[in-house]
């Protein structure tokens, strides 16, 4: 049953939120500042009784999160938070046993491993069970969380919001944040991003930005004999390069409903099937004539690396929007169907991951970069804007001040330097101007897909009727799983 927006502003009214002090956030074109400004501290408003927090994860072996949880629980704010592990669900048929580091572990295997921990997790979603739900608890099949999402089973965060001075719309990236919306609310908090698009070099595939799939076409058609996709172009790494990422787009948890019969679709596996079939095909990946290279960017100096010198194509879409914002096991959704008081102190834990001191990103040399259980190195934008800009402008310095950064490579050392002013502008408002978010599919419906196409590429049906069972078999999988 769903809470109202009056039941939850109650419950809110009971939270300022655990934490130590409020900083000052500027949003500006990133200046080097010495530090965050330390305000008048904070203190929370205790429940009227200690109210116990549950976050669902697969195991205990997640220590970064076990040190949070241990440094939130230190503040003794009337929130404790306990963390409920499914591993007792996973198939354990599906594993074996490798010596890593002289020790023998048990390595998960395949989907359908982690299949029992996600339809458990969305039972106790359903019932409120588990107050608090990051969406790598659904390992495998992240799917799963889309669809808890999209069907309203996590509360909106933005009263939350609302109420907290130092995590909100004005601390936080509202771009990314608006890409997580449903139906006007915010039924997740990501935490990290990174951005999903297609490089190439600008003699092949132009100066354009993000084409469209005819640019694509136009682009592979005029390209020089012996031009590849990703190595080798044949049926299934044409599909895997430049379509799979785009498989969510064909799917609408939210209205029940599939589109794999689309002009789009069909025009993609009509295009797939130019190529040599995968069957008896018998060559090494050679990149040196890729038309294009997929990426995945995490920072702003690897998107220097990545895109300095390139056209970012993206992804070949209609509409020439094919560049993704991902933020696949950062997300964390707290559970609706719960109690006021279990959502407030839910809250209180998930902003203390938010604020710019957790995600400060750190350089070497930097005081403190040691300091047990502080995030530095890129591993994904944050999402806070301080702790961002605070990183850029560190990086814009020491590029500015011609700071040496060697880097080696290939047993060749040489200066990468650091991030120069025009590159980060580059990279930002590359950033605001992706629209779409990678949405991850259910892992069963993914199989369905790759099924049928690999019937297409062994010759055994066109990709009309290739498109047709897709679409026939997704529509029930979808009405079953929404």
Not at 24 to 51: F, K, L, N, W, Y
Not at 135 to 154: H, P, S
Request: hydrophobic share 35%.
């Amino acid at each position: 049953m769903k809470k109202t927006l009056a039941t939850l502003t109650a419950a809110l009214l009971l939270l300022t939120g655990c934490s130590s002090a409020s900083q000052s956030i500027s949003t500006s074109t990133p200046e080097v500042q010495s530090g965050p400004e330390a305000e008048t501290p904070t203190e929370p408003t205790r429940p009227a009784e200690d109210v116990t927090v549950t976050i669902a994860v697969i195991d205990m072996t997640n220590e970064s999160l076990k040190k949070e949880v241990k440094r939130f629980n230190d503040l003794d704010c009337g929130y404790q938070v306990e963390l409920k592990s499914y591993h007792e669900h996973i198939d354990k048929s599906q594993s074996y046993e490798d010596d890593i580091g002289g020790e023998t572990i048990t390595v998960y295997t395949g989907e359908q491993a982690f299949d029992p921990v996600a339809l458990r997790v969305q039972m106790d979603v359903m019932s409120g069970e588990v107050d608090l739900v990051p969406d790598y608890t659904f390992e495998g099949n992240l799917g799963r969380f889309e669809v808890l999402t999209e069907k309203g089973a996590f509360a909106d965060l933005y009263p939350f919001m609302e109420n907290d001075p130092e995590v909100n719309t004005d601390t936080l990236d509202t771009h990314v944040l608006s890409l997580h919306e449903t139906d006007g609310e915010l039924r997740c908090l990501p935490l990290y991003y990174t951005i999903e698009t297609a490089v190439g070099d600008p003699a092949l595939v132009g100066t354009k930005e993000n084409w469209t799939f005819d640019d694509m076409l136009s682009a592979w058609e005029s390209a020089p004999a012996g031009t590849t996709f990703y190595g080798i172009s044949t049926r299934d790494y044409v599909y895997m390069n430049l379509f799979r990422g785009i498989l969510g787009d064909f799917v609408d948890y939210d209205t029940v409903s599939c589109s794999f019969d689309s002009p789009l679709f069909l025009r993609m596996l009509e295009f797939c099937n130019t190529f040599p079939s995968p069957l008896g095909y018998k060559a090494d990946p050679d990149h040196t004539h890729d038309l294009f290279q997929s990426t995945t960017i995490y920072g702003v100096t690897n998107f220097r690396s990545a895109a300095e010198g390139k056209t970012l194509v993206g992804y070949p879409t209609e509409d020439g929007t094919g560049a993704f914002l991902n933020a696949a096991y950062n997300r964390w959704g707290i559970v609706r169907n719960t109690t006021p008081e279990k959502q407030a102190g839910a809250w209180a834990f998930l902003r203390t991951l938010a604020t710019e001191e957790a995600q400060q990103v750190r350089l070497p040399g930097d005081d403190g970069m040691q300091e047990d259980g502080v995030f530095y190195g890129e591993n994904g934008f944050p999402v806070n804007k301080a702790a961002a800009e605070r990183y850029a402008a560190k990086l814009i310095e020491k590029d500015e001040q011609g700071i040496p950064n060697p880097q080696t490579a290939q047993g060749v050392e040489y200066d990468a330097g650091w991030l120069p002013q025009e590159e980060y502008e580059r990279c930002m408002a590359y950033i605001q101007g992706i629209n779409r978010l990678s949405t991850n599919i259910d892992s069963s419906l993914q199989a369905i897909v790759e099924e049928e196409l690999w019937r297409m590429y062994a010759d055994e049906q066109t990709p009309e009727k290739t498109a047709e069972n897709i679409q026939s078999r997704a529509e029930i999988m979808v009405s079953e799983r929404s």
